[in-house]
Structure formats: structure tokens, C-alpha cells
């Protein structure tokens, strides 16, 4: 594998670890993405994107402090939760 594809590997890595670590927290903390996208002012269906595993999708600065705000935390502590792996993401997608 050449450094690129290494690098786009890495990212979609920490694109899903950080939809699910919103996840984790938002329900964590009761809500549902209605709530949390009420709070942050993005769509449920937004939420619903950043969050499925299965989708790596790149979240932009403006949401993820919009995230961030409405779950009271900062959005560095958001990107450096360490919820899995790279070898569980692996085996998670092998898996499904």
C-alpha cells in the first residue's frame, strides 16, 4: 500500500471513531439525534450520517463544534477520545 491510500485509511479511521464516539457521548448523556440535532442546529439526518459506522463521513469544523457545544464539551476532546482501534475497525468492517 503507497503512503496515500495509508493516509486516506488513517481518515476514514478517524472519521467513523469520531461518529461513534459522538454517539457514545450524545447517549451517554440522554439524548436522541433529535435532541442533539436540535441543540446544534444540524438536521437528524446529518447526525444520523456522522454517526453510522459504516460511512466515514468527513465532518467539517463548523459541525463538529456545533456537536461539541450542544454535548458541552470541547471539539479536541471530541477528536481525541480513543473509542477503537484500528484493528477492531478493521474486524468491524470484515465482519459487516
Given at each position: 500500500?503507497?503512503?496515500?491510500?495509508?493516509?486516506?485509511?488513517?481518515?476514514?479511521?478517524?472519521?467513523?471513531?469520531l461518529?461513534?464516539?459522538?454517539a457514545?457521548?450524545?447517549?451517554?448523556?440522554?439524548?436522541?439525534?433529535?435532541?442533539?440535532?436540535?441543540?446544534?442546529?444540524?438536521?437528524?439526518?446529518?447526525?444520523?450520517?456522522?454517526?453510522?459506522?459504516?460511512?466515514?463521513?468527513?465532518?467539517?469544523?463548523?459541525?463538529?463544534?456545533?456537536?461539541?457545544?450542544?454535548?458541552?464539551?470541547?471539539?479536541?476532546?471530541?477528536?481525541?477520545?480513543?473509542?477503537?482501534?484500528?484493528?477492531?475497525?478493521?474486524?468491524?468492517?470484515?465482519?459487516?
Amino acid at each position: 500500500m503507497n503512503d496515500k491510500s495509508e493516509k486516506v485509511l488513517e481518515n476514514r479511521d478517524r472519521f467513523i471513531n469520531l461518529g461513534l464516539v459522538i454517539a457514545l457521548i450524545r447517549k451517554r448523556k440522554g439524548f436522541y439525534q433529535e435532541q442533539l440535532a436540535e441543540k446544534s442546529t444540524l438536521s437528524r439526518s446529518t447526525i444520523s450520517k456522522i454517526e453510522a459506522a459504516n460511512l466515514a463521513r468527513p465532518i467539517t469544523l463548523d459541525s463538529l463544534y456545533k456537536i461539541a457545544d450542544a454535548l458541552d464539551m470541547k471539539a479536541g476532546d471530541l477528536l481525541n477520545f480513543e473509542l477503537l482501534s484500528r484493528a477492531d475497525l478493521n474486524c468491524r468492517f470484515m465482519a459487516g
